[in-house]
T-cell receptor
Framework: AQKVTQAQTEISVVEKEDVTLDCVYE???????LFWYKQPPSGELVFLIR??????QNEISGRYSWNFQKSTSSFNFTITASQVVDSAVYFC?????????????FGRGTQLTVWP | KAGVTQTPRYLIKTRGQQVTLSCSPI?????VSWYQQTPGQGLQFLFE???????NKGNFPGRFSGRQFSNSRSEMNVSTLELGDSALYLC???????????FGQGTRLTVV
């Protein structure tokens, strides 16, 4: 079975604080993909990053960074020096190979509010 | 490059009616997926189409159906609408099934 858990329902920070969003996943597939999406109030899911299960190298893109650890089945997302525009719901998602290919399993999302 | 376009953006329907939602994928993308988003259930997968064939289907009743045309555009249909069908319906397109999916802004359906 495929499952994604985002234990943090809501997080509030003040601008310029660093914030980490947690994501834990479950899958029996040996090859799979992990994603992070951002959903602003407009509703559109904005793609942020995709990693495959064979690439555990952490990644940094501007103020965003991702920490992928297969040993703990986690794919955490950190925003450095947060800004008000980062306020949104963030979703972690999993796409396995085999019969579930093409289907994203989403966590319940984390509502991030950044206060000025 | 144009993104994923969903029409209409908002829709109000009465219980028992049927509705058709449309999705135009990014040019060159052949895989189209549909998701339902509600506060109670979160984001749930409806179905995925690739080259006009349904490849995957989520756990939804037969009232929910879809299709994909030769130009990769997709439609989903919900018949005999129920109040619980009120949701944001999101369409996503990708080059093939295992690459990053890009989402449209969704169609917000309200059933009264």
């Amino acid at each position: 079975a495929q499952k994604v858990t985002q234990a943090q329902t809501e997080i509030s920070v003040v601008e310029k604080e660093d914030v980490t969003l947690d994501c834990v996943y479950e899958t029996r597939d040996t090859t799979y993909y992990l994603f992070w999406y951002k959903q602003p109030p407009s509703g559109e899911l904005v793609f942020l990053i995709r990693r495959n299960s064979f690439d555990e190298q952490n990644e940094i893109s501007g103020r965003y960074s991702w920490n992928f650890q297969k040993s703990t089945s986690s794919f955490n997302f950190t925003i450095t020096a947060s800004q008000v525009v980062d306020s949104a719901v963030y979703f972690c998602a999993l796409n396995g190979r085999g019969s579930t290919l093409g289907r994203l399993y989403f966590g319940r999302g984390t509502q991030l509010t950044v206060w000025p | 490059k144009a993104g994923v376009t969903q029409t209409p953006r908002y829709l109000i329907k009465t219980r028992g009616q049927q509705v058709t939602l449309s999705c135009s994928p990014i040019s060159g993308h052949r895989s189209v997926s549909w998701y339902q988003q509600t506060p109670g259930q979160g984001l749930q997968f409806l179905f995925e189409y690739f080259s006009e064939t349904q490849r995957n289907k989520g756990n939804f009743p037969g009232r929910f159906s879809g299709r994909q045309f030769s130009n990769s555009r997709s439609e989903m249909n919900v018949s005999t609408l129920e109040l619980g069908d009120s949701a944001l319906y999101l369409c996503a397109s990708s080059l093939v099934s295992d690459t990053e999916a890009f989402f449209g802004q969704g169609t917000r359906l309200t059933v009264v």
